[in-house]
């Protein structure tokens, strides 16, 4: 038997004057980030975490703060690392995200527990979201502005992003994830860099991304050029007659093999694949997930995906 390797519940950071972000390193496969935003009578939390016992380390971190009660969790979309946290804080906290997150949660249910069933999750109660919205949403937080845009699909179809004007801060979700490979086999690869010439205009000093290290708006183009760089194999690929895994297995990392996840690039390559071959379907359209997660699996050796969740 192997003693599983877990890394530590994630650490409050003060990024900006009553900004935190909530990181928990390395910051790979489940370990998301989360984000407080500090009002006049409580706080906002952005995401919640993949387990239970991490939202309660979540919780604790920001109660031992004593800024008042969590009132407003925001989801910057749907996938289980970033909402299975939600159960501890409703009630009383509401949730907010885009309209499409709630349906995508409750298709996708708990299934993200089954590719990792050594992780402890804890209990975990699916909540969906109370607050919708299609394009746009400012939270008045006292004198403080907090806007919620939707900038998908990128990552997944319902990508939010979390803007505070005054501080100059933005929480990316997993539009970005510093140190990390980019992930937008449920999304889209040109919907990214659509969003990410976005999230560039906001003019953010400091990024928090859905997972890795706070970083500063370098991250966009770090992003950036990584997705052309795919859609560049995928063209290549395609007219070579190659599968996405033969077209990965010819190219190899390539100069990112140094971020967190590599195997990544088989799902994104088969998301470019896609938007390549069948320009008819609307960006994020369906497409086989566990397929390529499978492929992912075989790329990476057999083994199953490292998670330290
Ligand atoms: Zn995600």
Not at 29 to 43: F, K, M, R, Y
Not at 246 to 275: C, I, K, Q
């Amino acid at each position: 038997m192997t003693t599983r390797l877990r890394a530590p519940f994630g650490e409050l950071t003060e990024v900006a004057d009553g900004i935190h972000a909530f990181m928990q390193l390395p910051g790979g496969w489940c370990l998301s980030n989360a984000g407080v935003i500090v009002g006049p009578d409580g706080v906002v939390l952005v995401d919640t975490a993949a387990t239970v016992a991490r939202a309660e380390a979540l919780r604790d971190a920001v109660e031992g703060l004593r800024l008042g009660p969590i009132r407003t969790v925001i989801n910057t979309h749907h996938h289980g690392d970033h909402v299975f946290g939600n159960c501890v804080f409703t009630p009383p906290a509401q949730i907010v995200a885009h309209e499409l997150t709630g349906p995508e949660m409750a298709a996708a249910g708990l299934g993200l527990q089954s590719l990792w069933p050594d992780v402890s999750w804890g209990d975990v109660v699916l909540e969906l979201p109370t607050v919708t919205f299609s394009r746009r949403m400012t939270l008045q937080l006292g004198e403080r502005r907090v806007e919620l845009h939707h900038v998908g699909p990128a990552h997944t179809t319902s990508d939010v992003v979390v803007w505070v004007p005054d501080a100059n801060v933005l929480f990316a979700g997993d539009v970005v994830l510093p140190g990390c490979t980019p992930f937008n086999l449920m999304g889209s690869i040109r919907g990214s860099l659509a969003a990410l010439d976005r999230l560039s205009g906001f003019g953010a000093d400091i990024v928090v991304g859905g997972h890795g290290t706070v970083s500063g708006p370098e991250v966009f183009e770090q992003t950036a050029s990584y997705l052309r760089w795919v859609l560049e194999l995928a063209a290549e690929g395609v007219a070579d007659g190659l599968s996405p895994l033969r077209t990965a297995g010819r190219s190899g990392y390539g100069e990112f093999g140094g971020l967190l996840d590599p195997e990544r690039l088989v799902g994104n390559l088969h998301r470019a694949y896609l938007e390549l071959t069948r320009p008819d379907l609307p960006l994020g359209a369906d497409l086989d997930v566990l397929g390529a997660f499978g492929e992912m699996v075989e790329f990476a050796g057999g083994r199953p995906l490292s998670c330290y969740a």
